[in-house]
T-cell receptor, first 112, second 115 residues
Framework: DQQVKQNSPSLSVQEGRISILNCDYT??????FLWYKKYPAEGPTFLIS?????DKNEDGRFTVFLNKSAKHLSLHIVPSQPGDSAVYFC???????????FGAGTRLTVKP | GAGVSQSPSNKVTEKGKDVELRCDPI?????LYWYRQSLGQGLEFLIY????????KSGLPSDRFSAERTGGSVSTLTIQRTQQEDSAVYLC?????????????FGEGSRLTVL
């Protein structure tokens, strides 16, 4: 069962522009939502998170937006940089960090 | 090091053989996860251990797959009678649930190739 979905397998943006990566989920019991970044031949690394009591969390160039009614979250990167090129995974878990589920990932390419 | 350690980093085996993949989580982390990523696919949940609770095995794809976690620390994922479709990168992650942000710390993965 695909509880976390990333429907765009890839995204290409120009350096300096905004990157918007989208994620949808089906399980209303999810309470924490996270984005992970993965470079080739490395494990995913944590990027940013948001709990269900918030609708926005910002960390430098990265902002995550959560729309609980739509069961949708997005990651905004602005301005995008070539070093941001990686696969981005959306993840969700219950309040006690139980059973974290990941989306299929979106490959972001930022062109110089 | 202080991170999640996985071994072997690469494993090539023949179809029908058994393999064992090892994960050494971050010390003190009570939660341990196994995921796999097949070529061109996302992260597929396999199994989850939390403290002394019974593991959540709902993601294991067949009864050829099993995992154990000894003493609440090191975990071993065993694949019996490997098939070519088992070829993937197997990722282990651990986390601490105390005051958790939900962040998982991943190892670099074990790449399994079944010939």
């Amino acid at each position: 069962d695909q509880q976390v979905k990333q429907n765009s397998p890839s995204l290409s943006v120009q350096e300096g522009r905004i990157s918007i990566l989208n994620c949808d989920y089906t399980n209303s019991m999810f309470d924490y939502f996270l984005w992970y970044k993965k470079y080739p031949a490395e494990g995913p690394t944590f990027l940013i998170s948001i709990s269900s009591i918030k609708d926005k969390n910002e960390d430098g160039r990265f902002t995550v937006f959560l729309n609980k009614s739509a069961k949708h979250l997005s990651l905004h990167i602005v301005p995008s940089q070539p070093g941001d090129s990686a696969v981005y995974f959306c993840a969700a878990s219950g309040w006690n960090n139980n059973d974290m589920r990941f989306g299929a990932g979106t490959r972001l390419t930022v062109k110089p | 090091g202080a991170g999640v350690s996985q071994s072997p980093s690469n494993k090539v085996t023949e179809k029908g053989k058994d393999v064992e993949l090892r994960c050494d989580p971050i010390s003190g982390h009570t939660a341990l996860y196994w995921y796999r990523q097949s070529l061109g696919q996302g992260l597929e949940f396999l199994i989850y251990f939390q403290g002394n609770s019974a593991p959540d095995k709902s993601g294991l794809p067949s009864d050829r797959f099993s995992a154990e976690r000894t003493g609440g620390s090191v975990s071993t994922l065993t694949i019996q009678r490997t098939q070519q479709e088992d070829s993937a990168v197997y990722l282990c992650a651990s986390s601490s649930t105390s005051g958790a942000t939900g962040e998982l710390f991943f190892g670099e993965g074990s790449r399994l190739t079944v010939l």
